[in-house]
């Protein structure tokens, strides 16, 4: 417990000033977060850092998420799109310069990754840059609450398991707790901070928000038991990967955009 604390303030006390600051500090912060979760996949999968497909699906990840200024250098005809689909081409190429060592299956994942991946990280620095620290904030919350109330209501009242194939130690009562616990914080929230819609329809978006952020952490629990591991990763002492951390995240911010916030 007391490494978990110390890993949390210590990280807290780096991303804070970087959500505050936001602009070039936040595009550099999510790209390198990004290369760290895709290296985190790889290594669940026991394939090679630097590999010649990671260095591809690295350039891939970055090509998803960083904002539309870093392509305006482009020719006209050139999109974020097309640069998608060279990466994904090359991936493919590999099945034969390798003699299909790697794997059509092998490319499918890392194209997979890098879309999962990017897009989350992505909308972290949209919803910053371009929604404001307080809209950015109001998400995390609710992330962070949900996942905050689900863990202490479960501990004490949880008698029902929520999906013990994948995830046995979340119940039925932790995430109606969470929710609630959610719900309540957005409210307050609101009251000091109104968002781009009005009271209602916010606590509306703050309700799917807090479901999709549960059924994201289920995603990162069904990845981790297939590939036979704890945590994605050893980057933060007592608290796993950054997969593990942000992978909520990873559906809730994308949903912004969804809502029509970002």
Known sequence: MK????????????FIPILILGGGWIDTAGAILALIALSEVYIMRKRIILSPDFLIAALGVLVVVLPNSFFRWLPPFLGRIDLIYVAVALLLFLTVTTKNRTTFDDIGVSVLSFFYIGTGFHYLISVRNNAGLDTLMFALLIVWLTDTGAYMIGRKLGRHKLWPAISPNKTIEGSIGGIVLALITAAIYLMFLPQYYTFWPMMGIALCLSVIGQIGDLIESALKRFYGVKDSGKILPGHGGIL??????LLVLPMLHLFGIV
């Open 3 to 14: 490494q978990r604390v110390i890993t949390a303030v210590v990280a807290l006390a780096i």
């Open 244 to 249: 593990d951390r942000f992978d909520s995240l």
